[in-house]
């Protein structure tokens, strides 16, 4: 199975830039839909951003669209979460994730992933 590890969270400014990648091992992401998760004090994880294997489909969470894109580098093993215009909304810890299905609808689900890395917190400041 696969091992995911995010890194790039930290603390950033209302209005600037945070990239996060996620780095996997032990299985090659090419076999995966790779999703990008989110979760706030007290409140239910949601979708931030996926893609399906091939890279070229890809679904935003409302709350991030035209603001956030997500990319996958299969010969890195490593998915990115570019975050732009960040907004004290944002804050949360930021976990990434493996869909071994793949299909129309999982690739959108939270519930399809089962492979998750231990998250990397976002902090936001006004």
């Known amino acids: 199975q696969v091992q995911l590890v995010e890194s790039g969270g930290g603390l950033g400014q209302a209005g600037v830039s945070l990239r996060l990648s996620c780095a996997a091992s032990g299985r090659t992401i090419r076999s995966y839909a790779m999703g990008w998760f989110r979760q706030a004090p007290v409140k239910e994880r949601e979708v931030v951003a996926t893609?399906?294997?091939?890279?070229?489909?890809?679904y935003y969470g409302d709350s991030v669209k035209g603001r956030f894109t997500t990319s996958r580098d299969n010969a890195q093993n490593t998915v990115y979460l570019q975050m732009n215009s960040l907004k004290p909304e944002d804050p949360a810890i930021y976990y990434c994730?493996?869909?071994?299905?793949?299909?129309?609808?999982?690739?959108?689900?939270?519930?399809?992933?089962?492979?998750w890395g231990q998250g990397t917190q976002v902090t936001v400041s006004s």
């Open positions: 893609l399906r294997r091939s890279g070229g489909t890809t």
């Open positions: 994730a493996a869909d071994p299905l793949d299909n129309y609808y999982s690739y959108r689900t939270i519930t399809s992933y089962d492979y």
